[in-house]
């Protein structure tokens, strides 16, 4: 605190430039790490630049996305696990901007705090600049904010930015699906980064540093932190190759409500819950809060990350390719005329209900 015998400084509120300073550097080599055509990924300027020519897009669209990571974020903070927050925050922008058929190209990310911690905003940026390399973007620029007073000690926000490009005439829009397209499922790596305010609730009484009860081998907060899967890099080829019709990215609202946003009017989706197996995670979060299938399947992604709309002739083709990815994947149902919705359908037994069941939401 200043006094009358000393002039006032910006330390003094609490704001430290030389903290701020020090993390750019230390952030510097893990930003180069992220360069692509197009972006020198050098930071230090007052905004980012990328280079569309040097990229290679002839006539391009830009597509862009923003989001955050939500109350997982809490948990990361009460455990002192900041290092896959990170990937959080850029594959929640950029799974958003696949499904458009867009190739994201670069990322800027936003970081708040009370009093900047730079070990602690280093491990944040450095998962920032892997989950970046993994999804091909660079990560050409962020802005770093202390706040005195306005987060609690050692809280922090995050924020993310991401653009893509994709040619006029490959744009995804929806028109491309029909009745009779069959609906493929990429697994999914947890619980993602949506329906933690209702998770975390339910683990409240849970200790997190012990293994999980539907997990030995794993313990529950790293099952709870699993970073959201990445799916630009497998999906770029089908999407170029033409092969696929449309995309959902399963986020806030689950199965149920995240489908329709892609489908056309007269379009409907209908899912089959028993083509694939309910990962353990998402069984015991439903037996610990009693939850209906309904709830289940328009909180959490239920072990679906991202859904596709394919032709059934590209369907056997699509599916090889991405298992030599490296991804799980399901035919989890089918595009059929009616109204613009989603059904989700189980049989008796299936997601803990006795009775057969249908979850469905209208567009």
Excluded at 20 to 36: E, Y
Excluded at 101 to 118: C, I, R, S, V
Excluded at 128 to 134: D, L, P
């Amino acid at each position: 605190m200043s006094s009358p015998d000393r002039p006032a400084t910006y330390a003094d509120a609490g704001v430290s430039i030389e903290a701020g300073n020090q993390l750019v550097k230390m952030i510097a080599p893990l930003v180069r790490a992220t360069r692509r055509p197009g972006a020198d990924a050098e930071i230090g300027g007052f905004g980012g630049i990328f280079d569309l020519k040097a990229a290679g897009f002839a006539d391009p669209l830009l597509v862009a996305a923003t989001d955050g990571v939500g109350t997982k974020l809490k948990l990361a903070i009460e455990t002192g696990r900041h290092d896959t927050i990170g990937q959080d925050l850029v594959a929640m922008c950029v799974n958003d901007l696949i499904v458009q058929g867009a190739e994201p190209l670069f990322f800027l990310d936003y970081f708040a705090t009370g009093k900047l911690e730079t070990g602690v905003a280093e491990s944040v940026v450095a998962g920032i600049a892997r989950a970046c390399a993994g999804a091909g973007c660079a990560l050409i620029g962020g802005e770093t904010a202390e706040m005195p007073g306005m987060y609690a000690p050692g809280d922090y926000d995050l924020g993310g930015f991401a653009v893509g490009a994709v040619e006029r005439d490959e744009l995804l829009t929806g028109d491309r699906v029909a009745a009779g397209d069959l609906l493929l499922g990429i697994g999914s790596s947890g619980a993602h980064s949506n329906g933690y305010s209702l998770l975390r609730r339910l683990v409240a009484d849970e200790a997190l540093d012990a293994p999980a009860p539907f997990d030995a081998e794993t313990l529950l907060i790293d099952a709870l932190l699993a970073p959201t899967r990445l799916y630009v890099k497998p999906l770029l080829p089908l999407l170029k190759a033409g092969r696929i019709h449309a995309l959902a990215h399963i986020t806030g609202g689950g199965l149920l409500e995240n489908v329709p946003r892609v489908l056309p009017e007269g379009a409907r989706a209908v899912i089959d819950a028993a083509n694939w197996p309910l990962p353990p995670l998402f069984g015991w979060l439903q037996a610990k809060g009693r939850m209906e299938a309904a709830e289940l399947a328009r909180t959490f992604n239920c072990g679906i990350g991202m859904i596709l709309a394919v032709a059934p002739a590209d369907a056997q083709a699509v599916t090889e390719v991405l298992t030599a990815a490296g991804e799980s994947v399901f035919a989890v149902g089918d595009i059929v005329p009616g109204a613009k919705g989603c059904e989700v359908r189980g049989v008796a037994g299936l997601w803990g209900q006795p009775d057969g069941w249908t979850a469905a939401h209208d567009a």
